[in-house]
């Protein structure tokens, strides 16, 4: 068992190092600005390529996820919190973005439904 001055000297050094702050290399920070920069070179080539309809609204929705979440994870340190306040930041808007497709699938049902009770005269 520990003595009681082991746990001191062990609770003071978690409280400097906490202090302290965490220092991540710089070199996480380049990396994902460079991700970063492809990715945009990436949305622009959607458009300068020509692509239409679906394909260009889906591939610039997947570059615009993908930018955010490494902006999320790096920037504003997500990668290195706790898995509760991580949960507790990207589930709400998960849950959104589920009640939102529920709401499209639901509305799209009810425009079949009326334009084909409307159509076949009532």
Known sequence: MA?????ARYS???IAEHAEGQQHPI???LVVWFWLFVLSACSYMVDYVGFEGYLRWGLV???????AGLIVAV???MVWERLALAYAILLP???VLVFVAIMA???????LTRMN?????G
């Open 3 to 7: 003595s009681h001055s082991e746990h």
């Open 12 to 14: 003071q050094t978690a």
């Open 27 to 29: 070199r996480i920070y």
């Open 61 to 67: 929705l997947a570059f615009m996820i993908v930018k």
């Open 75 to 77: 920037f504003m340190h």
């Open 93 to 95: 808007p998960i849950a």
């Open 105 to 111: 699938i639901e509305s799209d049902y009810t425009a």
């Open 117 to 121: 009770a409307f159509s076949n005269g």
